[in-house]
Every structure is written in C-alpha cells, then in structure tokens.
C-alpha cells in the first residue's frame, strides 16, 4: 500500500445521483490530486490542492466538485454526472508543491460507472 | 502549456529483449521528466525520472536518457521479463515554476511474451 485510501472502490451511479468520492492520505504531503482515467485520455488531470488550496481545475465540469478540508482528505462530490463520466478516478498526493519534481503516490481508485 | 506525445501506443516483445519507449515535450523550461508503471488493475508507481541535469539514469535494467536539445526522453528496459508487462507513462513538469503539476504521455501497453 501507498499511504493513499480511496473508497469506494466501486461506484455505480445513475445521471440524476449525487455521490461522493473519498480519497485519504497518511503520509503527511501537502498536496492532493484528482485523475481521470480512461481509455481516451489515460491520466487526466482534474484538480489540485496544495495546503487545502485549490491551485488548478483543469477546465473540469461543475457536475464535478471537490473538496479538501485538510490537507489529509480530499473528496470529489459528483452530481448529474452524463455516461461519458465513465472512468477511474484515481487521487494521488505528493511531498512538496504540485510540479515541484515531486514523486506523486497514486491511491487505487474508484471505478465509477454512471448509467 | 506542456504537451507530451508517447510513442509507442502499444509494444510486444520477447521475453529477454530490450524494450525502448519514446517521449517528446514541448516546452524547454520543463526539467523533471518521471516514469510511472500501472499494472492490470493496479495503481501507477513511479519507477525512475530524471533532472534535466544529468543526460542518463540507471535502476538495474531500467534506464532513462534525455535529449533536451530535442525535447525527448526514453525508458529503455533491457532482459525483459513477463512482470515487466504494464501500461508506462512519461511524464514532464518545470519544477522550479510552482504549482505547475506533471503532464502525462498517454501511455504505452507493453506486453512481454514469455
């Protein structure tokens, strides 16, 4: 294990749900990520927190939200999420600030499957 | 922005030959550039990088050289065995701009045939 918890693992969700993704880390970084993974675009960036702070979104849609309480959790909240949201969305966490040469350390996703 | 292209998609070897996958970037400033390997059904690990300081980096049969006057960067794997099969991403980021994360290569699927 990597010190990164996501739950949970599986998520089958219809377009009109609303649900929440959890990502946790224990290894004390500062910045948290969400992916998207499919089979288009393999490691999409969505969003980045650095010290609770957003600091990118990635031109991602407003069905998806996040949130990052602290700089141990990090949550992605869907809502009227379309097929095409179909994907693994894997949260990772690094050391120091996003881009920094730091080693990103990646949780085992949620596959999600909107219906 | 940074854009990376991946190449190959996709890679089948022979167990035991040397396997070479190839990536180039487009911005100049960039000066980190990672390895990650995803196994079936498992989460992507870092497996090298290097700084745009040094031209070749070696972990036992894994290696990465870097081109920055042509903005490429290789991961090359020599003696190939079937648990090297897995999907690898490149990766690049200019780590001394702040708050700028990594781009990813859209992966290539090398599957080593015992």
């Known amino acids: 294990e990597t010190g990164v918890t996501q739950t949970p693992r599986h998520l089958v969700m219809g377009m009109t749900n609303k649900k929440s993704l959890k990502c946790e880390q224990h290894l004390g970084h500062n910045a948290m990520y969400w992916y998207k993974q499919s089979a288009k675009k393999p490691l999409e960036l969505m969003f980045v927190?650095?010290?609770?702070?957003?600091?990118e979104n990635n031109s991602v849609p407003s069905r998806f939200s996040p949130e990052c309480p602290n700089s141990s959790h990090l949550f992605l909240h869907l809502h009227t999420l379309q097929p095409e949201d179909s994907a693994l969305y894997l949260c990772?966490?690094?050391?120091?600030?996003?881009?920094?040469?730091?080693?990103?350390?990646f949780g085992s996703g949620t596959q999600l499957s909107v219906l | 922005g940074e854009n990376v292209e991946q190449h190959p998609s996709t890679l089948s070897v022979q167990e035991g030959d040397s396997a070479v996958i190839k990536c180039t970037y487009s911005?100049?400033?960039?000066?980190?550039f990672p390895w990650y390997k995803q196994e079936l059904g498992k989460r992507p690990q870092l497996i090298i990088d290097i700084r745009s300081n040094v031209g070749e980096k070696k972990d036992q049969r894994i290696a990465v050289t870097l081109n920055k006057t042509a903005k490429h960067f290789s991961l090359h794997i020599t003696e190939t065995q079937p648990e090297d099969s897995a999907v690898y991403f490149c990766a690049a980021s200019n780590s001394n701009s702040g708050n700028t994360p990594l781009v990813f290569g859209k992966g290539t699927r090398l599957s080593v045939i015992a």
């Open positions: 927190y650095n010290f609770k702070e957003q600091t």
């Open positions: 990772a966490s690094s050391q120091g600030q996003p881009g920094g040469g730091e080693k990103l350390f």
């Open positions: 911005d100049s400033a960039s000066n980190y």
